[in-house]
């Protein structure tokens, strides 16, 4: 079956960095763009960055340009996030997510994670 597994989050200070992982099976990874997304509490899912089937075209959210890159290995079936410069804002829930689509909102992702917690102390 689908699986999106998450890893990488955890408990940092403002200023660190953090990887996410996130390492999918049970589809043809090759054929998805693929996206994080996040939600922090109290608020409601927001986009973060995507990246289309091959990695050619990579798209973000305007607060996390210049400090988040996402990036795939389609031999690997794993996309990740690489958080630099992290900021207390940047605290919620990090889900992946994949899309035949190209978009960025719920609505046109097919299959998501559960989910791995990130949480920036000042």
């Known amino acids: 079956q689908v699986q999106l597994v998450e890893s990488g989050g955890g408990l940092v200070q403002a200023g660190d960095s953090l990887r996410l992982s996130c390492a999918a099976s049970?589809?043809?990874?090759?054929?998805?763009?693929m996206a994080w997304f996040r939600q922090a509490p109290g608020k409601e899912r927001e986009f973060v960055a995507s990246?289309?089937?091959?990695?050619?075209?990579?798209y973000y959210r305007e607060s996390v340009k210049g400090r988040f890159t996402i990036s795939r290995d389609n031999a690997k079936t794993t996309v990740y996030l690489q958080m630099n410069s992290l900021k207390p804002e940047d605290t919620a829930v990090y889900y992946c997510?994949?899309?035949?689509?190209?978009?960025?909102?719920?609505?046109?992702?097919?299959?998501w994670g559960q989910g791995t917690q990130v949480t920036v102390s000042s």
């Open positions: 997510a994949a899309s035949r689509l190209f978009g960025s909102q719920e609505r046109d992702y097919d299959y």
């Open positions: 049970g589809f043809t990874f090759s054929s998805y763009r």
């Open positions: 990246v289309s089937r091959s990695g050619g075209s990579i």
